[in-house]
């Protein structure tokens, strides 16, 4: 009789949980139509998807190349030739600002997956694991927290060097904290729900609970965490190349740019201003993509939209 009430509460637990599948979907569909619907949300992602699609396409749509000097055009003033003017060196600006593009939407992805990478585990074995480990990696985080992170970065960088990859180690490293955080507390509410027990029960090891059962349902602070860390890394990469510890030159970055010229604003003013605007406009277009999806996975806002 126990045996034969033990296997019917497991599955009882278990169809719940196949009933809940289908809400979940829906659920994100909600999400998706309510995201739709957001007009400075919609705004930012065209203009993130545009960014891409230039950072992609940059050999094609750069007029020049971003290392073609032309000493007879220096330090030109925007004309039909030069939309965007030329630098001291003769160098086209817009083609460098596309160029930069790339390295900005590089650095904000790339160092995200490093983030995901290195954060979820963590704060999902922090999570389920309890005990022991999860005060070892909990006081962890907390001491890596303590750390102001652009100091921290700026440290990294100047022991490794300037350069894009070691760029992608200062930002894995130092930026992987707050997700940590948030998937711990998320695996930690999620890990005593009945679809959990009863996976359990069917014998699910922890790595299996853990990957199928738990990080699926966590996805919506950890996206919302990545939307706002792209445009983070990416201002993080201009400050690391204003102050000249970013990006190698000749490579350009619209930090570097600003860097470089920043002298220059009084009497060459477009040698700085417009990298700076391609900074601002980016950073402003993923802050409205970010408050836009974290709107939408928001659960107080379902069916209100």
């Known amino acids: 009789m126990a045996r034969s009430a033990v296997d019917q509460a497991v599955r009882a637990a278990v169809l719940d949980w196949s009933r809940e599948m289908p809400r979940t979907t829906s ?57 965007l ?30 983030v995901v990478a290195i954060g979820v585990p963590i704060g999902a074995l922090s999570g389920y694991l309890g005990g022991r480990v999860d005060l070892f990696l909990t006081r962890f985080v907390d001491v890596m927290y ?20 070691n760029i992608f180690i200062a930002l ?6 707050g997700i940590a955080r948030q998937t711990r507390a998320q695996v930690l509410a999620l890990k005593e729900k009945e679809f959990v027990e009863g ?53 350009p970055s619209w930090g570097q740019m600003v860097g470089e010229n ?7 003013w477009h040698l700085s201003i417009f990298p700076s605007i391609a900074i601002a406009m980016t950073m402003l277009s993923f802050t409205f993509f970010g408050d836009g999806v974290r709107d939408a996975l928001d659960p107080k806002l379902r069916g209100k939209a």
């Not at 160098?91 to 790339?110: E, P």
């Not at 920043?262 to 060459?268: A, K, V």
Request: charged share 15%.
């Open 27 to 83: 659920l994100w569909r909600d999400a998706w139509r309510r995201l739709l619907k957001n007009r400075l949300a919609l705004a930012g992602g065209l203009v993130i998807v545009l960014l891409c699609l230039t950072a992609i396409l940059a050999e094609v749509v750069a007029p020049y190349p971003y290392t073609k000097a032309n000493f007879a055009h220096a330090y030109e003033f925007p004309s039909r030739q030069f939309p």
């Open 85 to 114: 003017g030329t630098d001291q060196l003769g160098r086209d600006v817009l083609s460098r600002m596309i160029y930069g593009a790339r390295i900005s939407m590089l650095v904000g992805l790339g160092a995200q997956v490093i």
């Open 146 to 165: 303590a750390f102001p992170r652009l100091l921290f970065v700026i440290l990294v960088m100047s022991m490794l060097g300037a350069g894009l990859t």
């Open 172 to 177: 894995g490293l130092t930026g992987w904290v």
């Open 199 to 251: 996976a359990r029960a069917l014998g699910a090891g922890w790595l299996r609970l853990v990957s199928r059962h738990l990080l699926p349902n966590a996805l919506t602070p950890i996206i919302v965490a990545v939307t706002f860390g792209i445009p983070e890394a990416i201002f993080t990469e201009a400050a690391l190349s204003f102050i000249g510890v970013g990006i190698n030159p000749p490579t």
């Open 262 to 268: 920043q002298q220059y604003l009084r009497s060459y």
